[in-house]
Structure formats: C-alpha cells, structure tokens
C-alpha cells in the first residue's frame, strides 16, 4: 500500500507510505513502530476509511474496503474501529459520554438502552455518573477509556490504537495499556497498535513492524526484535527503552544515538533510506542501492548487512 500527498504551492510529491505490505490476523496484536512523519499515522487512517491509500488494497477478512462509500463500509458485519492520539479531541463536545459511546451502534441502526451504555462504561472502569458529563468535565485518562468504551461498542474486527496513551500522564498510560491488553484478551478482537515507544509495543503485541521513512524495514515477533534488533535503526530503537532490570552497567547495552534528522518524505536519499543516519553503514552500496525486505531467522529486515 502506497499513499502520496502533494505540497501546497511547491506541487511535490510527498510519498507517505512506500509499498507497505502487513497483515493483522484474526485475535491478534500487531504493532506499528517509528519515529514522528514516519507514515504510522497515515496508514492508520488508511485502514479506519479516513484516507485512501494512492495504490494497494485494503482487506477485512477477504472484503475489499478500501474505497468503498462510507455507507456501505457501515453496514460491513465487522466494522474497523479506531482509538484517536488525544482523546479529548476525538470526543464530540457537545454531546454528554452516553451519546459519544453509543455513536458506533446508532451509525449501524441500533439504538442502545442506556444499561448497555453503562454497562461499556462500566467495563472499561468508569462510573455511570461519568455517563451524563461532557468531554470538558472529564481528565485525559477518563477521555481515552470513553474512546475505549466506543471503540468496542460495535464488537469491531479490528481496532486501530493510534499512539493511545502518548498524550497520557506516566501514572494513567500503564492503567490504560492493561485495559487494552485485557480488552483484548477477552473479546479476541484485533488490534493494529501505532506507537514511537518500542517498550510500549513489546508490552502490548505479538508481533512488531518498525517503520522508517514511509517502509517497513524490519518485522518479527515482539521478544525476538526487541531482544535482538536486526536493523540498525531498530537496534537504535531498542537501545532508547529504559532498563529496569537488575543488569549492571557494565553489561547493559549502550544507548545508540541517531545523527540529525530523518530525511524529509518529499526528498528521500538514494540507496537505503537510512544510510543518513546508520551507524552500520557499510559503504557504497548503502549509499547507492536501496535493499529489500527479505527474511532473516527472526522475521524479515531491509538491510545490506543481513542480505
């Protein structure tokens, strides 16, 4: 999947997402990992139906979606549900939580009861009084687990979890990640979880794809990239999470620290995408030739030193 964007005034082409090719199966947990402008968020809201993507498809248990009028995406029987970076935001001001949580089920022609409302709002730990408040009356914590509570309403396929808890206080990220993975757990739904917090994703998924510069330039299981990155810009990635184990300094691994910039999307360098900034970088052909994901004993990696 591909996605472009031109820049107002200039006319250029700013290529977002670069042939993405991923798969979030049935009950799963599937990460998205990169840095700010490394095209997650666009592809989230290429699988919730809020962008189109330029050139692939898109599929929810076989059905093409992508490009489908918004009516029809509707009434599929295993709708896409989205969770919104900030919370606040993502909730309609002038309607009270019971209102906001029932929007999924009202947009499939079903009104629900106000005890099924409650009932949402109970599952995802909040008070039926919280029920008749409004956006502005409630803390960012209380804001993202309505948008929970929303999100599951509809018992979606899929739930797209765009940087969830980033815009979040320390002490309520770690409440709200545990509500996930036990929404999660429980219900069997799917998740695609978009983050720029390695640590964060190890926790929550089975499986991890780092993104860099609109490609995917490494794929594994969750313990496998983050325990043994294969590439470099994941190593560097890896190294940034904080160590809380017991490991003298002396053996932990050291902090690996990027130079400079990513490039801008809209003038990507020759050859490997990365060469800019790689400590691994290995000459020429890093310069001149852009490799492929190809497998590797732990997942798939776009890099020269693992051809």
Same mark, same amino acid.
């Not at 022609?109 to 009356?137: C, K, M, S």
């Not at 995408?273 to 732990?298: K, M, N």
């Given at each position: 999947?591909?996605?472009?964007?031109?820049?107002?005034?200039?006319?250029?082409?700013?290529?977002?997402?670069?042939?993405?090719?991923?798969?979030v199966?049935?009950?799963?947990? *599937?990460?998205? +990992?990169?840095?700010?402008?490394?095209?997650?968020?666009?592809?989230?809201?290429? +699988?919730?139906?809020?962008?189109?993507? /330029? /050139?692939?498809?898109?599929?929810?248990?076989?059905?093409?979606?992508?490009?489908?009028?918004?009516?029809r995406?509707?009434?599929?029987?295993?709708?896409?549900?989205?969770?919104?970076?900030?919370?606040?935001?993502s909730?309609?001001?002038?309607?009270?939580? @019971?209102?906001?949580?029932?929007?999924?089920?009202?947009?499939?022609?079903?009104?629900?009861?106000?005890?099924?409302v409650?009932?949402?709002?109970?599952?995802?730990?909040?008070?039926?009084?919280?029920?008749?408040?409004?956006?502005?009356?409630? /803390?960012?914590?209380?804001?993202?687990?309505?948008?929970?509570?929303?999100?599951?309403a509809?018992r979606?396929?899929?739930?797209v979890?765009?940087?969830? *808890?980033?815009?979040?206080?320390?002490?309520?990220?770690?409440? +709200?990640?545990?509500?996930?993975?036990?929404?999660?757990?429980?219900?069997?739904?799917?998740?695609?979880?978009?983050?720029?917090?390695l640590?964060?994703?190890r926790?929550?998924?089975?499986?991890v794809?780092?993104?860099?510069?609109?490609?995917?330039?490494?794929?594994?299981?969750?313990?496998?990239?983050?325990?043994?990155?294969?590439?470099?810009?994941?190593?560097?990635?890896?190294?940034?999470?904080?160590?809380? /184990?017991?490991?003298?300094?002396?053996?932990?691994?050291?902090?690996?620290?990027?130079?400079?910039?990513?490039?801008?999307?809209?003038?990507?360098?020759?050859g490997?995408?990365? @060469?800019?900034?790689?400590?691994?970088?290995?000459?020429?052909?890093?310069?001149?030739t852009?490799?492929?994901?190809?497998?590797?004993?732990?997942?798939?990696?776009?890099?020269?030193?693992?051809?």
């Amino acid at each position: 999947m591909s996605r472009s964007f031109r820049v107002r005034g200039t006319g250029q082409e700013v290529r977002a997402l670069r042939g993405v090719d991923l798969t979030v199966p049935a009950g799963s947990a *599937v990460g998205l +990992v990169g840095e700010s402008g490394s095209g997650k968020s666009t592809f989230a809201r290429i +699988v919730a139906g809020l962008l189109q993507p /330029s /050139s692939g498809e898109l599929e929810l248990m076989g059905t093409g979606v992508a490009g489908l009028p918004e009516r029809r995406r509707r009434r599929l029987a295993v709708p896409i549900q989205m969770i919104f970076q900030n919370p606040r935001a993502s909730l309609n001001p002038r309607l009270p939580v @019971h209102r906001c949580v029932a929007e999924p089920l009202l947009a499939q022609g079903r009104r629900p009861g106000r005890q099924e409302v409650l009932g949402l709002l109970d599952r995802v730990g909040l008070p039926a009084r919280v029920a008749d408040l409004h956006a502005h009356e409630l /803390s960012g914590g209380q804001c993202q687990r309505v948008a929970i509570a929303r999100a599951v309403a509809a018992r979606p396929a899929l739930i797209v979890a765009d940087e969830p *808890v980033s815009a979040l206080d320390v002490s309520v990220q770690a409440q +709200v990640l545990n509500l996930l993975k036990d929404i999660q757990e429980e219900s069997g739904t799917s998740f695609l979880f978009i983050s720029h917090d390695l640590g964060v994703v190890r926790f929550f998924c089975d499986e991890v794809n780092v993104l860099y510069l609109g490609q995917i330039v490494e794929r594994g299981d969750a313990e496998s990239v983050f325990a043994d990155p294969r590439h470099p810009y994941t190593e560097a990635l890896a190294s940034a999470v904080p160590d809380v /184990s017991d490991v003298s300094g002396a053996d932990r691994p050291r902090r690996i620290v990027l130079n400079g910039e990513p490039p801008r999307p809209e003038q990507p360098p020759p050859g490997c995408a990365f @060469h800019t900034r790689c400590h691994r970088r290995i000459g020429p052909i890093c310069d001149e030739t852009a490799p492929e994901l190809l497998p590797i004993a732990t997942g798939l990696a776009r890099c020269h030193l693992r051809a």
